[in-house]
């Protein structure tokens, strides 16, 4: 053998391994980090969607939840692991994309201490109103917000989180300016709506399910780009401001540095699982959409538009990182 045919056969050893190596995961339990308290919809979706992958890769999968700290230490947690397939992240849109740009400092670098592995699905948010709101619609919102400054008030889970961005999004492109009263306990902020107390509100679908069924809160507009399954009555937010896309997902990513077939195969096992029609029905029984995991690299180009996307709001809305 001569001198090109060892540096070859060394060069290859690299790809040798990680191929043996993922030709044998997982040959133990896989767990996958959640950064949210059990019973909370993005454990309810992870359990759902990893329960059908782990049918898919014949290995148990156990969800473990480390919630506090704004995802920081699930997200820590998960950099900090070995790069082996067995420890994987349930990221939320926060996690990956807002936190970046909300917070100076994060325990975890998103853009480089992840693997992506799939996109999961989309829960959008409806923007409801308390039935003594004289409106139907988001322009009939604006005008009456114009015409009586001041009186309306939006209850949201605070500045720097998903329905605080969008009601201040909301303002910036609208020109008005309606009260953000935030809550760290959001089912509070729920209750003052009902109760009239503050007159909007900005919820998941999950939340904003039963109040719409029963007519407790109008819905006025939801954040999809165009209408949603289920909620096709209810006026997209783009219909308005045209391209406005603003929803929460949820993605799986594991740590920089797992061997490349390995989550190729984990691509795979999860596009398989969230195509099946019984996981698509029962996620969109719970307000979220998916068509599928999509590659890996459609998966990082899609986190990566949606940093940039966040970055631009939150400068152009004014927030100062905290």
């Known amino acids: ?52 992958v782990e049918k898919v890769i014949g290995q148990s999968i156990v969800v473990e939840n480390k919630p506090g700290a704004a995802n920081m230490i699930a997200a820590q947690t998960v950099a900090r692991s070995a790069p082996d397939g067995y420890t994987l992240f349930w990221a939320t849109a926060a996690a990956l994309v807002t936190n970046p740009h909300t917070f100076k400092t994060l325990t975890y670098n998103p853009q480089k201490d992840f693997a992506p592995v799939g996109k999961v699905a989309d829960g959008p948010f409806l923007l409801l109103a308390h ?37 201040a999004w909301i303002n910036k492109l609208a020109g008005t ?15 003052d709506t009902l109760a009239g107390r503050v007159q909007l509100v900005i919820i998941a679908i999950p939340s904003a399910a039963g109040f719409v069924k029963d007519k407790a809160l109008n819905p006025i507009a939801i954040s999809t780009r165009t209408r949603a399954p289920g909620y096709e009555n209810i006026t997209p937010i783009a219909e308005t401001f045209p391209g406005f896309d603003f929803s929460g997902w949820m993605s799986v990513v594991a740590p920089t540095n797992t061997p ?63």
Do not use: H
């Not at 300016?177 to 209750?191: A, K, L, R, S, T």
């Not at 698509?280 to 590659?295: D, H, Q």
């Open 1 to 52: 053998m001569d001198r090109r045919q060892v540096l070859g056969a060394l060069g290859a050893l690299p790809f040798a391994s990680a191929s043996s190596f993922a030709q044998s995961w997982p040959s133990q339990p896989i767990k996958i980090i959640v950064s949210q308290a059990a019973g909370g919809t993005p454990d309810i979706l992870c359990r759902l969607v990893m329960g059908a």
């Open 131 to 167: 039935p003594s709101v004289p409106v139907k619609t988001l322009p009939e919102l604006i005008a009456y917000a114009k015409a009586n400054p001041g009186k309306l008030s939006i209850a949201t889970d605070g500045a720097r989180n998903f329905s605080g961005l969008l009601a």
């Open 177 to 191: 300016d309606i009260q953000m009263v935030p809550y760290n306990n959001m089912p509070q902020g729920v209750q």
């Open 260 to 322: 490349e077939p390995i989550v190729q195969k984990l691509n795979r096992a999860m596009d398989e699982a969230l195509k099946q029609p019984e996981i698509v029905g029962k996620l969109r029984e719970i307000g979220f959409y998916t068509t599928g995991a999509g590659t890996t690299a459609e998966t990082a180009a899609f986190i990566q538009s949606q940093y940039d996307a966040f970055g631009r709001i939150v400068q152009e809305i004014g927030l100062q990182p905290e």
